[in-house]
T-cell receptor, first 112, second 114 residues
Framework: DAEITQSPRHKITETGRQVTLACHQTWNHNNMFWYRQDLGHGLRLIHYSYGVQDTNKGEVSDGYSVSRSNTEDLPLTLESAASSQTSVYFC???????????FGPGTRLTVL | AQTVTQSQPEMSVQEAETVTLSCTYDTSESDYYLFWYKQPPSRQMILVIRQEAYKQQNATENRFSVNFQKAAKSFSLKISDSQLGDAAMYFCAYRSRNNNDMRFGAGTRLTVKP
């Protein structure tokens, strides 16, 4: 079955380190998204992509970057991790703009 | 920017009873989508139901139905015959028709009592 996966599921890192979270989908969806989830805020959009070589900033993009070199993957990079980036990160994908987004299982990131 | 408000941080319901979760949103757009997602302890975000704003008929999915009041900007979720497996966080979400910027509410934690 087609699916969307994230790795690692849990990550502990130190302030100032570079961290990359992986997202891989096998639906061949054009659109991919990264969200963070914090208590009291629901999910907030970090970055999204409409296709290969396309990336766009979301509501809370500062301190994060993404790149889209193929259809299946959208890695999220924290260039210099900060304690404020401790959160649960969700990747999602959809076939086209009007379509429903389907979410991965999430990555819990702790920055000490 | 669009905002989504879930005014009930926690709700509880007796097994087999009915519960309604509230959601209101703020937008100046006329064409958009509304969603309810369920997040069980596993953290997986699961789509429960979706409503297109141009459709007047309320969406239903088995035991789940919505009451969409466009003029009031209200989008409540009704769960009938509640089951223990319905216990989860429920998130209401809004998305404009022409872009992918989805806005979520803060969530409602639903407890189901046996």
């Amino acid at each position: 079955d087609a699916e969307i996966t994230q790795s690692p599921r849990h990550k502990i890192t130190e302030t100032g380190r570079q961290v990359t979270l992986a997202c891989h989908q096998t639906w061949n969806h054009n659109n991919m998204f990264w969200y963070r989830q914090d208590l009291g805020h629901g999910l907030r959009l970090i970055h999204y992509s409409y296709g290969v070589q396309d990336t766009n900033k979301g509501e809370v993009s500062d301190g994060y970057s993404v790149s889209r070199s193929n259809t299946e993957d959208l890695p999220l990079t924290l260039e210099s991790a900060a304690s404020s980036q401790t959160s649960v990160y969700f990747c999602a994908s959809s076939e086209s703009t009007p379509d429903t987004q389907y979410f991965g299982p999430g990555t819990r990131l702790t920055v000490l | 920017a669009q905002t989504v408000t879930q005014s009930q941080p926690e709700m509880s319901v007796q097994e087999a009873e009915t519960v309604t979760l509230s959601c209101t949103y703020d937008t100046s757009e006329s064409d958009y989508y509304l969603f309810w997602y369920k997040q069980p302890p596993s953290r997986q975000m699961i789509l429960v139901i979706r409503q297109e704003a141009y459709k007047q008929q309320n969406a239903t999915e088995n035991r789940f139905s919505v009451n969409f009041q466009k003029a009031a900007k209200s989008f409540s979720l009704k769960i009938s015959d509640s089951q223990l497996g319905d216990a989860a966080m429920y998130f209401c979400a809004y998305r404009s028709r022409n872009n992918n910027d989805m806005r979520f509410g803060a969530g409602t934690r639903l407890t189901v009592k046996p």
